[in-house]
């Protein structure tokens, strides 16, 4: 008779029962019992480091298979739960399929054994009593685990991208300096106005690798389980993982999601009132007030163009009438400057559209009115003394020195590898011309934020006319609409007085 032996250790069995766990242990013990019972070996499976619960494990799964081609009579174990501690698993295929494969199942220290009719109920029981112990472990296990969250101690597997872990203690985030410069640069570029599409392909053309491909570069195992495919590409949903992560801001938040149960791998999304919040337990990239002025400017609900822009007043202006949001149209015609007319209309109320032009002059007018009435410029002598703040753009600087650096030390092993004979001539010749080419892109960059970041002095006067200018815009910017504007109401056109009215809800 041909017999199978399967053998299963995870951490917690190796941690619980020392060398009589084993897998070599198992082994010894199973091959003396089947030759005392006279059965020649078939195959030795094996599953190192798997939970019992497990249904993927890959020598469990190639067991199942041989069992159901009839490459063996009998399956040896030395317990059920090195088979299965999940209850389901066992009636499937103890109490059902292996009698209909002509399969018989044995676990020596249970004394469990499938041609023995009368110790079914002791089967059962045995797989009762291992899928308990397996909820009171994983509960265990979790309450460890929130005690850890609560502490504000980090708990991933992997650093968020922007952080390392401290050598010191793997549950305390620091600051990874490259990483931060481009997070740094993603809130710049989106408190500019630029929407998370128009945000990734600034990345992509400046040939940032995306967190993902980082990660690799720093010798990280690290797969994106979402990503469809390495392309070391920034996209527009990873942009928004970045904006919106309040870890950035110094805010240690876990427990966003939980697995539906110990016996599943699916994630469930968990009510943002339940999440784990530590303030203070890492240094913070972004500026709390910065973070919060993203946040709003990505609040409303809007469009982007095809350049990923949005218009200064998506999401703020609404229908006086049914008060539905009014949304961006054009009818075809072009303006004085050839640029087509665009119009903002509500879906519900008829008359009630007004060309965005002119309803955003309208809003820029009031909003001046606003400054100039409740805004005094203050004495800017300080200001010009300590001179323009810089550090964004030193921080990119920064990072584009390290990206360069990296790109030189590739090329510097390029040249190796084809030396010792490891790529052929042309993997060389395709390789270096991929590396020059995005090195290129980064001294480019790096020259245009060089030119920027030495502008010529400034001196009180100038920064003053610079400052009144700032207080009375030509066209409000985006960012300033959010920070002061609460909505916006547009009534019907009256066509026949060539009259609007337009409502403007302040924050102040």
Avoid at 46 to 71: H, M, T, V
Avoid at 91 to 113: I, Q, T
Avoid at 200 to 215: D, H, I, M, S
Avoid at 268 to 278: A, Q, S, T
């Amino acid at each position: 008779m041909l017999c199978a032996i399967y053998c299963r250790l995870s951490k917690e069995d190796e941690e619980k029962g020392g060398e009589s766990e084993s897998i070599q242990n198992q082994k010894s013990m199973l091959l003396k019992y089947a030759l005392e019972q006279g059965w020649e070996v078939y195959g030795l499976y094996c599953d190192e480091d798997f939970s019992g619960i497990d249904r993927r494990r890959p020598d469990f799964n190639r067991l199942l298979a041989d069992a159901e081609a009839g490459r063996f009579q009998v399956v040896l174990c030395k317990t059920q739960s090195r088979f299965t501690r999940d209850m389901e698993l066992v009636e499937k295929y103890l109490h059902s399929l292996f009698p209909a494969w002509g399969v018989r199942f044995v676990a020596v220290v249970d004394n469990a054994d499938t041609a023995v009719k009368g110790n079914k109920k002791a089967r059962q029981i045995n797989g009762l009593v291992n899928e308990w112990y397996l909820e009171d472990l994983s509960e265990n296990i979790r309450m460890v685990l929130d005690h850890k969250r609560r502490q504000g101690q980090y708990i991933g597997g992997f650093p968020i991208y922007g952080y390392r872990k401290d050598p010191l203690d793997k549950n305390r985030l620091v600051v990874d300096p490259e990483a931060a410069g481009v997070v740094r640069r993603i809130f710049a570029l989106c408190l500019e106005g630029l929407g998370k599409g128009a945000i990734a392909g600034c990345l992509n053309e400046e040939g940032v690798p995306n967190p993902t491909r980082y990660k690799g570069e720093q010798g990280l195992t690290y797969v994106n389980g979402g990503a469809p495919a390495p392309s070391g590409l920034w996209s527009r949903a990873t942009v928004g993982k970045v904006l919106h992560n309040e870890m950035y801001a110094g805010v240690m938040v876990q427990g966003r999601r939980r697995k539906l149960s110990y016996k599943s791998k699916t994630l469930v999304d968990v009510p943002r009132e339940d999440w784990f919040r530590v303030e203070g337990t890492h240094e913070a990239i972004i500026e709390p007030e910065r973070f919060r002025q993203a946040q709003a400017l990505m609040a409303p609900r809007t469009k982007t163009d095809g350049r990923g822009e949005v218009h200064p007043l998506a999401g703020l202006v609404r229908c006086m009438g049914c008060g539905a949001a009014m949304s961006k149209t054009s009818n075809g015609q072009t303006g004085a400057d050839g640029k087509p007319r665009t119009y903002l209309r509500c879906r519900q109320c008829e008359g009630h559209s007004v060309r965005l032009d002119r309803l955003l002059s309208a809003v820029t007018e009031r909003l001046r009115g606003q400054i100039e009435a409740y805004y005094v410029l203050g004495d800017v002598s300080l200001l010009a003394a300590e001179g323009p703040r810089r550090g964004e753009t030193e921080q990119e600087l920064r990072a584009l020195d390290c990206q360069l650096t990296r790109r030189d030390t590739a090329l510097k092993r390029l040249y190796l590898d084809r030396a010792a004979g490891t790529l052929s001539e042309e993997e060389f010749l395709s390789l270096r011309l991929s590396l020059r080419e995005e090195r290129a892109r980064l001294v480019r960059r790096r020259e245009e934020l060089s030119a920027l970041s030495v502008p010529a002095p400034v001196g009180p006067e100038a920064l003053s006319a610079r400052a009144e200018a700032l207080l009375r815009p030509e066209d409000a910017p985006r960012a300033l609409l959010l920070l002061t504007v609460e909505r916006i109401e547009v009534g019907r056109q009256d066509r026949e007085h060539r009259r609007q009215e337009v409502r403007i809800f302040w924050k102040f």
